[in-house]
């Protein structure tokens, strides 16, 4: 309270705790440098990675529905990643569908066979990935069975052209 009442005293403690606070400011500055906009370090231009793909030729039509079909199993896994676990599954059993009734009318020598090939593939693994985190294990072995005769019809198809080809 004598602060207040003595205006030489409050000068005092003003000049004291403006040293302080100058004092901080001081301690807490390093180098100007170091608050200076650096150069951004250069990016060299790099292809992008071209792991899991293969080349694929056919008409427009044919490479656009690839693309759409590769999206569609994308969509499905991202229902599946938000938790649409069924919408998911119905999905991915209707393009693995879709794919096998395709691989069953394509002609044994088109370039789509060998995409579809790995996309069935790739759809009855994820399915069985997901059942099996589901504790579906009667759902498994379903797509397993499936998966087995699909194989079975395919190399009837290659066997009967090889036969036919001799």
């Given at each position: 309270?004598?602060?207040i009442?003595?205006?030489?005293?409050?000068?005092?403690?003003?000049?004291l705790m403006?040293?302080?606070?100058?004092?901080g400011?001081?301690?807490?500055?390093?180098?100007?440098d170091?608050y200076k906009?650096?150069?951004?370090a250069?990016?060299q231009?790099?292809e992008e990675?071209?792991?899991?793909?293969f080349?694929?030729?056919?008409s427009?039509?044919?490479l656009?529905w690839?693309?759409?079909?590769?999206?569609?199993?994308?969509a499905a896994?991202?229902?599946y990643?938000?938790r649409?676990?069924?919408?998911?599954?119905?999905?991915a059993?209707?393009?693995?569908?879709?794919?096998?009734?395709a691989l069953?009318?394509i002609?044994m020598?088109?370039?789509?066979?060998?995409?579809?090939?790995?996309y069935?593939?790739?759809?009855?693994?994820?399915?069985?990935?997901?059942?099996?985190?589901?504790?579906?294990?009667?759902a498994v072995t379903?797509?397993s069975?499936r998966?087995?005769l699909?194989?079975?019809?395919?190399?009837?198809?290659?066997?009967?052209?090889?036969?036919?080809?001799?």
């Amino acid at each position: 309270m004598s602060v207040i009442r003595n205006p030489a005293s409050f000068r005092n403690a003003a000049i004291l705790m403006a040293l302080i606070v100058a004092m901080g400011l001081l301690a807490g500055c390093e180098s100007a440098d170091k608050y200076k906009k650096k150069p951004a370090a250069e990016v060299q231009e790099q292809e992008e990675p071209t792991g899991g793909e293969f080349a694929l030729s056919g008409s427009p039509a044919e490479l656009a529905w690839v693309k759409n079909m590769a999206e569609a199993l994308d969509a499905a896994r991202l229902k599946y990643d938000l938790r649409d676990t069924v919408g998911a599954i119905v999905s991915a059993d209707s393009l693995s569908r879709v794919a096998e009734t395709a691989l069953d009318t394509i002609p044994m020598g088109h370039p789509m066979n060998d995409f579809l090939a790995i996309y069935v593939a790739d759809v009855y693994g994820t399915l069985q990935k997901w059942e099996t985190e589901r504790g579906n294990h009667a759902a498994v072995t379903a797509l397993s069975k499936r998966y087995n005769l699909l194989a079975e019809r395919l190399q009837h198809r290659r066997d009967s052209v090889m036969a036919t080809d001799q």
